[in-house]
Protein backbone atom coordinates (compact mmCIF):
# COMPACT_ATOMS: atom_id res chain seq x y z
CA UNK A 1 0.00 0.00 0.00
CA UNK A 2 0.87 3.65 -0.48
CA UNK A 3 2.32 4.82 2.50
CA UNK A 4 1.84 8.17 1.79
CA UNK A 5 -2.01 7.60 1.42
CA UNK A 6 -1.59 8.40 5.17
CA UNK A 7 -1.80 12.26 4.71
CA UNK A 8 -4.46 13.73 2.97
CA UNK A 9 -2.10 16.11 0.55
CA UNK A 10 1.42 15.62 -0.59
CA UNK A 11 3.99 17.67 -2.88
CA UNK A 12 5.15 16.44 -6.26
CA UNK A 13 9.10 16.83 -6.67
CA UNK A 14 11.03 15.47 -8.96
CA UNK A 15 14.70 16.07 -10.27
CA UNK A 16 14.42 19.22 -12.69
CA UNK A 17 12.96 20.96 -9.40
CA UNK A 18 15.84 19.52 -7.41
CA UNK A 19 18.04 20.80 -10.04
CA UNK A 20 16.45 24.08 -9.96
CA UNK A 21 16.82 24.42 -6.37
CA UNK A 22 20.60 23.73 -6.74
CA UNK A 23 21.13 26.14 -9.28
CA UNK A 24 19.55 28.71 -6.87
CA UNK A 25 21.79 28.21 -3.84
CA UNK A 26 25.16 28.23 -6.19
CA UNK A 27 24.04 31.89 -7.21
CA UNK A 28 24.90 35.02 -6.01
CA UNK A 29 21.23 35.24 -4.88
CA UNK A 30 19.97 33.54 -1.55
CA UNK A 31 17.11 36.58 -1.37
CA UNK A 32 16.00 39.28 -2.78
CA UNK A 33 17.28 38.04 -6.23
CA UNK A 34 16.60 37.57 -9.76
CA UNK A 35 14.39 34.28 -8.88
CA UNK A 36 11.70 36.35 -7.11
CA UNK A 37 11.07 38.25 -10.22
CA UNK A 38 11.24 36.19 -12.58
CA UNK A 39 8.65 33.89 -10.21
CA UNK A 40 6.33 36.68 -10.08
CA UNK A 41 6.87 37.52 -13.88
CA UNK A 42 5.55 33.59 -14.81
CA UNK A 43 2.90 33.74 -12.13
CA UNK A 44 1.55 36.65 -13.66
CA UNK A 45 1.79 35.68 -17.45
CA UNK A 46 0.19 32.15 -16.12
CA UNK A 47 -3.07 33.38 -14.25
CA UNK A 48 -3.20 36.62 -16.93
CA UNK A 49 -2.78 39.36 -14.53
CA UNK A 50 -1.08 42.82 -13.96
CA UNK A 51 0.73 42.65 -10.70
CA UNK A 52 2.26 38.87 -8.49
CA UNK A 53 3.87 39.99 -5.50
CA UNK A 54 5.62 36.70 -4.08
CA UNK A 55 5.44 36.49 0.01
CA UNK A 56 6.46 34.43 2.78
CA UNK A 57 3.36 32.10 3.08
CA UNK A 58 -0.38 31.92 1.86
CA UNK A 59 -1.13 33.78 5.65
CA UNK A 60 1.32 36.76 5.06
CA UNK A 61 -0.45 37.20 1.52
CA UNK A 62 -4.05 37.42 3.25
CA UNK A 63 -2.58 39.86 5.94
CA UNK A 64 -0.93 41.96 3.26
CA UNK A 65 -4.31 42.05 0.69
CA UNK A 66 -6.24 43.17 4.00
CA UNK A 67 -3.68 45.69 5.17
CA UNK A 68 -3.33 47.41 2.23
CA UNK A 69 -6.80 48.68 1.98
CA UNK A 70 -5.85 50.95 4.98
CA UNK A 71 -9.42 50.24 6.41
CA UNK A 72 -10.25 52.15 9.28
CA UNK A 73 -9.50 50.37 13.14
CA UNK A 74 -13.19 48.80 13.40
CA UNK A 75 -14.29 48.23 9.78
CA UNK A 76 -15.76 44.81 8.78
CA UNK A 77 -15.03 42.06 6.87
CA UNK A 78 -17.67 39.54 5.84
CA UNK A 79 -15.60 36.06 5.54
CA UNK A 80 -17.02 32.11 5.03
CA UNK A 81 -16.34 30.59 8.13
CA UNK A 82 -15.86 27.05 7.09
CA UNK A 83 -11.99 27.73 6.41
CA UNK A 84 -8.67 27.42 7.10
CA UNK A 85 -7.83 29.97 10.37
CA UNK A 86 -5.44 32.57 8.49
CA UNK A 87 -8.60 33.38 6.01
CA UNK A 88 -9.96 34.69 9.20
CA UNK A 89 -7.10 35.29 11.29
CA UNK A 90 -5.53 37.74 8.43
CA UNK A 91 -8.37 40.26 9.46
CA UNK A 92 -7.93 40.65 12.94
CA UNK A 93 -4.22 41.19 12.25
CA UNK A 94 -5.86 44.23 10.40
CA UNK A 95 -7.71 45.13 13.89
CA UNK A 96 -10.51 44.84 11.83
CA UNK A 97 -13.59 42.37 12.72
CA UNK A 98 -14.37 39.68 10.92
CA UNK A 99 -18.43 38.78 10.33
CA UNK A 100 -19.12 35.22 9.23
CA UNK A 101 -21.72 34.39 6.61
CA UNK A 102 -23.09 30.76 6.56
CA UNK A 103 -22.32 28.80 3.28
CA UNK A 104 -23.98 26.93 0.64
CA UNK A 105 -23.84 23.49 1.26
CA UNK A 106 -23.98 22.62 -2.14
CA UNK A 107 -20.89 24.19 -2.48
CA UNK A 108 -19.05 24.77 0.86
CA UNK A 109 -18.28 28.22 -0.66
CA UNK A 110 -19.61 31.47 1.09
CA UNK A 111 -23.55 31.98 0.53
CA UNK A 112 -23.78 34.81 -1.62
CA UNK A 113 -27.85 35.15 -0.64
CA UNK A 114 -26.94 35.23 2.64
CA UNK A 115 -24.19 37.94 2.41
CA UNK A 116 -26.13 40.81 2.03
CA UNK A 117 -27.83 40.54 4.89
CA UNK A 118 -24.31 40.85 6.95
CA UNK A 119 -23.75 44.40 5.57
CA UNK A 120 -23.75 47.03 7.80
CA UNK A 121 -22.52 50.98 7.30
CA UNK A 122 -18.90 49.25 8.80
CA UNK A 123 -18.83 46.67 6.08
CA UNK A 124 -15.94 47.67 3.61
CA UNK A 125 -14.73 43.81 1.68
CA UNK A 126 -15.82 40.54 1.45
CA UNK A 127 -13.26 37.80 1.48
CA UNK A 128 -14.39 34.55 0.19
CA UNK A 129 -12.62 31.41 -0.22
CA UNK A 130 -13.04 29.09 -3.04
CA UNK A 131 -13.40 25.81 -1.27
CA UNK A 132 -11.55 22.97 -2.23
CA UNK A 133 -10.81 24.15 -5.60
CA UNK A 134 -14.30 25.05 -6.33
CA UNK A 135 -14.61 28.89 -7.69
CA UNK A 136 -17.13 30.63 -5.56
CA UNK A 137 -20.21 32.71 -7.44
CA UNK A 138 -18.11 35.52 -7.99
CA UNK A 139 -20.43 37.26 -10.42
CA UNK A 140 -22.70 37.60 -7.49
CA UNK A 141 -20.43 38.57 -5.09
CA UNK A 142 -19.01 41.18 -7.49
CA UNK A 143 -22.78 42.61 -8.03
CA UNK A 144 -22.88 42.81 -3.99
CA UNK A 145 -19.41 44.17 -3.95
CA UNK A 146 -20.17 46.99 -6.89
CA UNK A 147 -23.82 48.14 -5.61
CA UNK A 148 -22.40 48.35 -1.59
CA UNK A 149 -19.11 49.33 -2.43
CA UNK A 150 -17.07 46.93 -0.90
CA UNK A 151 -13.71 45.71 -1.55
CA UNK A 152 -12.99 41.70 -2.78
CA UNK A 153 -10.58 39.58 -1.77
CA UNK A 154 -10.06 36.23 -2.72
CA UNK A 155 -8.65 33.55 -1.00
CA UNK A 156 -7.59 31.30 -3.69
CA UNK A 157 -5.01 28.93 -1.82
CA UNK A 158 -6.95 25.87 -2.17
CA UNK A 159 -7.21 27.29 -6.20
CA UNK A 160 -3.82 27.47 -8.04
CA UNK A 161 -4.79 27.38 -11.33
CA UNK A 162 -8.77 27.50 -10.97
CA UNK A 163 -10.74 29.11 -12.85
CA UNK A 164 -13.94 31.52 -13.64
CA UNK A 165 -15.89 31.81 -16.65
CA UNK A 166 -13.05 31.80 -18.80
CA UNK A 167 -11.02 33.72 -16.57
CA UNK A 168 -8.49 32.45 -14.23
CA UNK A 169 -8.63 33.03 -10.81
CA UNK A 170 -6.18 35.63 -9.61
CA UNK A 171 -7.45 38.54 -11.80
CA UNK A 172 -10.98 38.87 -10.91
CA UNK A 173 -11.58 40.00 -7.37
CA UNK A 174 -9.38 43.37 -6.30
CA UNK A 175 -6.99 41.51 -4.29
CA UNK A 176 -6.38 37.36 -4.53
CA UNK A 177 -4.12 35.32 -2.21
CA UNK A 178 -2.60 32.14 -3.02
CA UNK A 179 -0.41 29.82 -0.77
CA UNK A 180 2.25 26.97 -2.24
CA UNK A 181 2.16 24.91 1.02
CA UNK A 182 3.38 21.46 0.28
CA UNK A 183 -0.37 20.36 0.41
CA UNK A 184 -1.30 22.73 -2.52
CA UNK A 185 -1.24 22.52 -5.78
CA UNK A 186 1.99 23.53 -6.44
CA UNK A 187 4.71 24.27 -3.76
CA UNK A 188 7.60 26.18 -2.77
CA UNK A 189 7.66 24.34 0.73
CA UNK A 190 6.20 27.59 2.21
CA UNK A 191 5.27 30.58 0.33
CA UNK A 192 2.41 32.38 -1.06
CA UNK A 193 1.31 35.27 -4.15
CA UNK A 194 -0.69 38.10 -3.96
CA UNK A 195 -2.41 39.18 -7.22
CA UNK A 196 -3.75 42.42 -8.28
CA UNK A 197 -4.37 44.27 -11.41
CA UNK A 198 -4.32 47.73 -8.65
CA UNK A 199 -1.22 49.55 -9.24
CA UNK A 200 -1.33 51.20 -6.28
CA UNK A 201 -1.88 48.29 -4.20
CA UNK A 202 0.48 45.93 -5.68
CA UNK A 203 3.33 49.00 -5.05
CA UNK A 204 2.05 49.24 -1.29
CA UNK A 205 2.34 45.06 -0.98
CA UNK A 206 6.05 45.42 -2.46
CA UNK A 207 6.74 47.40 0.23
CA UNK A 208 4.67 45.76 3.48
CA UNK A 209 6.50 42.64 2.66
CA UNK A 210 9.56 44.51 3.18
CA UNK A 211 9.25 46.70 6.42
CA UNK A 212 7.23 49.06 5.00
CA UNK A 213 10.61 50.54 3.51
CA UNK A 214 10.87 53.18 0.87
CA UNK A 215 14.64 53.17 -1.01
CA UNK A 216 16.71 56.33 -1.46
CA UNK A 217 15.55 56.26 -5.11
CA UNK A 218 11.70 56.68 -4.56
CA UNK A 219 12.49 59.00 -1.50
CA UNK A 220 9.90 62.45 -2.26
CA UNK A 221 11.69 63.89 0.54
CA UNK A 222 15.41 64.43 1.19
CA UNK A 223 16.20 64.48 5.28
CA UNK A 224 19.86 63.71 4.90
CA UNK A 225 20.77 65.54 1.59
CA UNK A 226 20.66 65.26 -2.05
CA UNK A 227 24.09 62.74 -1.72
CA UNK A 228 22.80 61.03 0.99
CA UNK A 229 22.99 57.84 -0.71
CA UNK A 230 22.33 55.31 2.26
CA UNK A 231 18.92 57.32 2.77
CA UNK A 232 15.61 55.38 3.24
CA UNK A 233 12.50 55.99 5.02
CA UNK A 234 9.66 53.99 6.37
CA UNK A 235 6.36 54.75 4.96
CA UNK A 236 4.31 52.06 6.86
CA UNK A 237 4.23 49.48 9.63
CA UNK A 238 5.51 46.35 6.95
CA UNK A 239 7.13 43.16 8.29
CA UNK A 240 9.20 41.13 6.25
CA UNK A 241 7.76 38.78 4.58
CA UNK A 242 9.85 38.10 1.30
CA UNK A 243 10.32 34.52 -0.30
CA UNK A 244 13.71 33.55 -1.13
CA UNK A 245 15.32 33.12 -4.53
CA UNK A 246 15.70 29.14 -3.69
CA UNK A 247 11.95 29.03 -2.85
CA UNK A 248 11.50 31.19 -6.09
CA UNK A 249 12.94 28.94 -8.47
CA UNK A 250 11.57 25.61 -7.18
CA UNK A 251 8.45 27.51 -7.89
CA UNK A 252 9.18 28.80 -11.22
CA UNK A 253 10.12 25.03 -11.76
CA UNK A 254 6.73 23.86 -10.25
CA UNK A 255 4.89 26.30 -12.07
CA UNK A 256 5.84 24.19 -15.70
CA UNK A 257 3.73 21.22 -14.55
CA UNK A 258 0.92 23.06 -12.84
CA UNK A 259 -1.45 21.90 -15.66
CA UNK A 260 -0.24 18.09 -15.54
CA UNK A 261 -1.04 18.25 -11.13
CA UNK A 262 -4.65 19.49 -11.84
CA UNK A 263 -5.28 16.97 -14.94
CA UNK A 264 -4.12 14.30 -12.94
CA UNK A 265 -6.01 15.62 -9.54
CA UNK A 266 -9.09 15.87 -11.75
CA UNK A 267 -8.36 12.06 -13.20
CA UNK A 268 -8.24 10.79 -9.33
CA UNK A 269 -11.94 13.00 -8.98
CA UNK A 270 -13.18 11.26 -11.61
CA UNK A 271 -12.36 7.85 -10.68
CA UNK A 272 -13.42 8.33 -6.54
CA UNK A 273 -16.92 9.72 -8.33
CA UNK A 274 -17.41 6.66 -10.48
CA UNK A 275 -16.34 4.40 -7.72
CA UNK A 276 -18.36 5.96 -4.73
CA UNK A 277 -21.38 6.45 -7.02
CA UNK A 278 -24.73 4.51 -5.75
CA UNK A 279 -22.68 3.32 -2.58
CA UNK A 280 -24.93 3.97 0.50
CA UNK A 281 -24.43 6.10 3.29
CA UNK A 282 -22.92 8.77 1.69
CA UNK A 283 -22.99 12.02 -0.85
CA UNK A 284 -20.38 12.99 -3.34
CA UNK A 285 -21.33 16.89 -3.90
CA UNK A 286 -17.97 16.68 -6.31
CA UNK A 287 -19.94 14.44 -8.55
CA UNK A 288 -22.19 17.95 -9.34
CA UNK A 289 -19.86 20.35 -10.43
CA UNK A 290 -20.76 23.29 -13.01
CA UNK A 291 -18.67 22.20 -16.10
CA UNK A 292 -18.54 26.61 -17.12
CA UNK A 293 -15.37 27.10 -13.84
CA UNK A 294 -12.62 25.06 -13.41
CA UNK A 295 -11.69 23.17 -10.60
CA UNK A 296 -7.99 23.04 -9.40
CA UNK A 297 -8.99 19.87 -7.72
CA UNK A 298 -7.04 20.75 -4.11
CA UNK A 299 -9.64 18.62 -1.63
CA UNK A 300 -11.65 14.99 -2.45
CA UNK A 301 -14.00 15.02 0.16
CA UNK A 302 -17.41 13.44 0.69
CA UNK A 303 -20.35 13.64 2.97
CA UNK A 304 -21.19 11.15 5.38
CA UNK A 305 -25.25 10.93 5.96
CA UNK A 306 -26.60 11.94 8.97
CA UNK A 307 -26.60 8.26 10.78
CA UNK A 308 -23.18 7.86 10.13
CA UNK A 309 -20.67 8.55 13.13
CA UNK A 310 -17.93 10.54 11.65
CA UNK A 311 -15.42 10.12 14.37
CA UNK A 312 -16.12 6.07 14.27
CA UNK A 313 -15.64 6.63 10.13
CA UNK A 314 -12.36 8.44 10.80
CA UNK A 315 -10.70 6.44 12.79
CA UNK A 316 -11.82 2.81 11.08
CA UNK A 317 -10.35 4.54 7.74
CA UNK A 318 -7.04 5.31 10.18
CA UNK A 319 -6.51 1.70 11.09
CA UNK A 320 -6.42 0.64 7.60
CA UNK A 321 -3.52 3.47 6.75
CA UNK A 322 -6.06 5.91 4.76
CA UNK A 323 -5.51 9.79 5.97
CA UNK A 324 -8.90 10.43 6.42
CA UNK A 325 -9.38 13.77 7.80
CA UNK A 326 -11.78 16.21 8.63
CA UNK A 327 -11.90 20.22 8.40
CA UNK A 328 -12.81 22.73 8.55
CA UNK A 329 -13.50 23.60 12.24
CA UNK A 330 -16.22 27.11 11.58
CA UNK A 331 -13.65 29.44 12.66
CA UNK A 332 -16.12 30.88 15.43
CA UNK A 333 -15.82 27.85 17.33
CA UNK A 334 -12.26 28.52 18.11
CA UNK A 335 -11.92 29.77 22.18
CA UNK A 336 -10.00 33.05 21.22
CA UNK A 337 -12.67 34.43 18.62
CA UNK A 338 -15.50 33.20 20.86
CA UNK A 339 -13.42 35.59 23.53
CA UNK A 340 -12.23 38.09 20.78
CA UNK A 341 -15.74 39.08 19.45
CA UNK A 342 -17.83 37.63 22.68
CA UNK A 343 -19.63 34.68 21.22
CA UNK A 344 -21.78 32.87 23.03
CA UNK A 345 -22.27 28.91 22.62
CA UNK A 346 -26.02 29.99 20.63
CA UNK A 347 -23.43 31.79 17.77
CA UNK A 348 -23.60 27.71 15.78
CA UNK A 349 -27.50 28.72 14.99
CA UNK A 350 -26.40 31.27 12.89
CA UNK A 351 -24.85 29.06 10.44
CA UNK A 352 -26.45 25.77 10.07
CA UNK A 353 -25.04 25.32 6.78
CA UNK A 354 -21.31 25.20 8.20
CA UNK A 355 -22.07 23.22 11.06
CA UNK A 356 -23.87 20.40 8.98
CA UNK A 357 -20.98 20.71 6.33
CA UNK A 358 -18.28 20.32 9.45
CA UNK A 359 -20.38 17.27 10.76
CA UNK A 360 -20.68 15.63 8.00
CA UNK A 361 -17.39 16.34 5.89
CA UNK A 362 -14.27 13.59 5.13
CA UNK A 363 -11.97 14.75 3.02
CA UNK A 364 -10.23 11.81 1.29
CA UNK A 365 -6.30 11.75 0.25
CA UNK A 366 -5.77 13.24 -3.35
CA UNK A 367 -2.92 14.09 -5.32
CA UNK A 368 -0.96 13.59 -8.04
CA UNK A 369 1.37 10.92 -7.22
CA UNK A 370 -1.38 8.71 -6.47
CA UNK A 371 -2.14 5.84 -8.39
CA UNK A 372 -5.87 4.54 -9.67
CA UNK A 373 -5.32 1.31 -7.25
CA UNK A 374 -4.86 3.95 -4.04
CA UNK A 375 -8.31 5.24 -5.11
CA UNK A 376 -10.02 1.99 -5.35
CA UNK A 377 -8.26 0.80 -2.20
CA UNK A 378 -9.52 3.99 -0.01
CA UNK A 379 -12.83 3.52 -2.02
CA UNK A 380 -12.96 -0.06 -0.78
CA UNK A 381 -11.97 0.71 2.59
CA UNK A 382 -14.40 3.50 2.86
CA UNK A 383 -17.47 1.00 1.73
CA UNK A 384 -16.66 -1.90 4.39
CA UNK A 385 -15.82 1.21 7.07
CA UNK A 386 -19.78 2.14 6.63
CA UNK A 387 -20.78 -1.53 6.46
CA UNK A 388 -18.61 -1.74 9.71
CA UNK A 389 -20.21 0.53 11.12
CA UNK A 390 -23.66 -0.15 10.31
CA UNK A 391 -23.26 -3.77 11.66
CA UNK A 392 -22.33 -1.77 14.60
CA UNK A 393 -25.24 0.27 14.84
CA UNK A 394 -27.59 -2.89 14.76
C1 LIG B 1 -3.29 26.97 3.11
C2 LIG B 1 -4.28 28.04 3.32
C3 LIG B 1 -3.93 29.30 3.81
C4 LIG B 1 -2.60 29.62 4.39
O1 LIG B 1 -1.54 29.40 3.57
P1 LIG B 1 -0.09 29.15 4.21
O2 LIG B 1 0.79 29.20 3.01
O3 LIG B 1 -0.11 27.82 4.88
O4 LIG B 1 0.19 30.26 5.16
C5 LIG B 1 -4.92 30.27 3.85
N1 LIG B 1 -6.17 30.03 3.46
C6 LIG B 1 -6.54 28.82 3.02
C7 LIG B 1 -7.95 28.60 2.58
C8 LIG B 1 -5.62 27.78 2.96
O5 LIG B 1 -6.01 26.57 2.58
Same mark, same amino acid.
Given at each position: ???????????????? =??????????? =?????????????? +??????????????????????? @??????????????????????? @???????? %?????? =???????????????????????????????????????????????????????? /????????????????????????????????????????????????????? /???? +???? %?????????????????????????????? @???? &??????????????? %????????? +??????????????????? &??????????????????????? &??????? &????????????????? %??????????????????????????????????????? @?????????????
Amino acid at each position: MNPFLKSYGRQSIDEE =DIQAVAEALRS =DFLTTGPKVEEFEK +KFSEYIGCKHAIAVANGTAALEL @AVQCLQLSPGSEVIVTPLTFMAS @ANCILYNN %LKPVFC =DIDIKTLNINPEKTEAKITKKTKAILYVDFGGRPCEIDKLSKIAKKHNLYLIEDAC /HAVGGGYHGKKLGCLADLTTFSFHPVKTITTGEGGMVTTENDEFAERIRMLRN /HGML +KNDK %LKLRKYGKDAFYEYDMAYLGRNYRLTDMQC @ALGI &SQLKKIESFIEKRAK %LVELYNKLF +KGVRGISTPLANIDKENKY &SWHLYYILLDKGINKNKFLNFMK &SKGVGAH &SFYIPIYNFSYYQERLG %LGKEIKKEYPAAEEAFSRIVILPLFPSMSEEDVKYIVEC @AKETIKAIKEVRT
